[in-house]
Each structure stands twice: as C-alpha cells, then as structure tokens.
C-alpha cells in the first residue's frame, strides 16, 4: 500500500554510471532493510539500517527517520545490480516489515 | 552457512487440495518470518514466531492457512483447499532475535490450478 512508497518505479542505467532510489513512509519506523531481488527470485539482503547511513562497496544507504525516508545510493553500476530493488520498514518498532512495491533496475552496457 | 532453505521450490496442486511448504531458518536464528509474493499485492508478511511460539499472524488469512514451528529447525505453512488465489512465492525468512537483518529464502512458487 502507501504505507511505504518507492521511486522511481523503474530505472535504466548505463554501466558506470550513479543513481539513487528512495523509499519514503508513512508509518512510525524504527528500522530499514534494503533487498536486491535478482531475476531467478532470491531476495539479497543489502542494508539494515537505524537512522544514520552505511556503506558497502559501491552502495551507500540512508535512513533519515525525521523526515521519514531511506535512500540507496548505487555508484558505477555494474551489469549485476540489475534486478528489483525493495526497500522495507519496519511497523512501529515491530519486527513485522512492510515492503514497497519495489524499483526495477536494469544495467545495460 | 547454507541459508534459508525451503522446499519443495515449486508446487503445483488442484483447486481444493491441500498445500504444505517446508522451512528450515538459519541455525541460531530464533525468528522465522513467513511472507508471500504477488505481483498484484507485493511482499506481504503472513505470520512469525520467535523461539517457536507464534508471535503474530495478523497477516494470515483466517480461513485455510495455518502455520506452525514444532522445533528450532524448521517451520511449516499449511494451506487447506487451496484455492487459485492462493498461487503465489511464499518466502520464509529468519533473523537472529527478529529485530535485526532478515534472511530470506529461495521460496516455494505455489501454482494451484
């Protein structure tokens, strides 16, 4: 539902190239998790995030819980990060997740 | 570490028999999730135990779906009378306590036709 909004809903991107998706909620959340679905289905754990940003590779991710947003910053994208990308949060301190409707990405040459 | 492991990795079954979809979480982890995937209605959580007692099912549909950890090792997602509505990836995951980075499984694809 719209109880966390992701966007763009969908992206391309040229290798070696940097872009950013975001995820914005309308709940109280105490937590985020970005996954990576690839194209077989297995969902890959990216970040878990309290507020405040990590780092991981050519990934960095933010959670801003006053303003109530994340955002995953991709930098020289590579042919493998394509898939779709979901990023989820959790209810009211909860460990039940709610998830976006997911940003698909494709990497082409 | 060899995961998540579900099975079967896809069923098929005919409108009206019965489902049962296996998991076995991450050693050590305590938390079993189970979630189901549509394209219509997304990831969305069905139910989750912590040291195998049911924590909260608020997701499962009250008729038909019934879900059960009888050890730390694995857990299990039954679906009575399934129904084509019920053809979905069912994801179970696992995280250590249930408050940290969740796990995820390979799913079982549920086709009921």
């Known amino acids: 539902g719209d109880q966390v909004k992701q966007s763009p809903s969908a992206l391309s991107l040229q290798e070696g190239t940097n872009s950013a998706l975001r995820c914005n909620f309308s709940i109280a959340t105490t937590t985020v998790q970005w996954f990576l679905q690839n194209p077989r289905g297995s969902l890959m754990n990216l970040f878990y995030?309290?507020?405040g940003t990590k780092e991981n590779g050519r990934l960095k991710s933010t959670f801003n819980s006053k303003e109530s947003y994340s955002t995953l910053h991709i930098r020289d994208a590579q042919l493998e990060d394509s898939g779709t990308y979901f990023c989820?949060?959790?209810?009211?301190?909860?460990?039940?997740?709610?998830f976006g409707e997911g940003t698909k990405l494709t990497v082409s040459s | 570490n060899a995961g998540v492991i579900q099975t079967p990795r896809h069923k098929v079954t005919g409108k009206g028999q019965e489902a049962t979809l296996w998991c076995e979480p991450i050693s050590g982890h305590s938390a079993v999730f189970w979630y189901r995937q549509t394209i219509v209605q997304g990831l969305e959580f069905l139910t989750y135990f912590r040291n195998q007692a049911p924590i909260d099912d608020s997701g499962m549909p009250k008729e038909r779906f019934s879900a059960q950890m009888p050890n730390q090792s694995h857990s299990t997602l039954k679906i009575q009378s399934t129904q084509p509505q019920d053809s979905a990836v069912y994801l179970c995951?696992?995280?250590?306590?249930?408050?940290?980075?969740?796990?995820f499984g390979h799913g079982t694809k549920l086709s009921v036709l």
């Open positions: 989820a949060a959790d209810e009211g301190g909860s460990a039940k997740l709610i």
């Open positions: 995030l309290v507020p």
């Open positions: 995951a696992s995280s250590t306590t249930g408050l940290e980075r969740l796990f």
